[in-house]
């Protein structure tokens, strides 16, 4: 089963829950916000995907944090600042049977899922 991973009202999230929808892929969306992940479940994704590939930098998020929290030292520093901090990470994060996938572009989720 596949799990999507982000926050309702987050465009990119939006479309590509309309994609999987339009192409019958079923899934399970987990908002974050309502329901926020633990440090296990991010330190999990961080094996997976490198913490310069998971943090959003254009997000006002990340804009505000100190210089200091924005060192991404190490997988734990980084979980525990998704942690704190859930709209920090690219939206959306999908795990599925292949592992994780952050992002959304159309063409890439076409070669993934069809």
Request: hydrophobic share 40%; proline share 4%.
């Amino acid at each position: 089963m596949m799990t999507v991973f982000g926050i309702k009202n987050c465009d990119t999230v939006k479309k590509a829950t309309a994609w999987l929808e339009q192409n019958n892929i079923a899934y399970t969306f987990h908002d974050v916000r309502q329901h926020p992940v633990d440090v296990d479940t991010v330190l999990a994704w961080l094996q997976q995907v490198p913490a310069e590939k998971l943090v959003n930098k254009r997000s006002t998020t990340w804009r505000q944090l100190t210089d200091e929290q924005r060192q991404l030292n190490s997988d734990d520093a980084a979980a525990q600042l998704i942690v704190d901090n859930p709209t920090l990470f690219k939206r959306p994060l999908v795990e599925d049977t292949q592992g994780i996938h952050v992002g959304f572009k159309a063409d890439d989720w076409q070669t993934r899922y069809q």
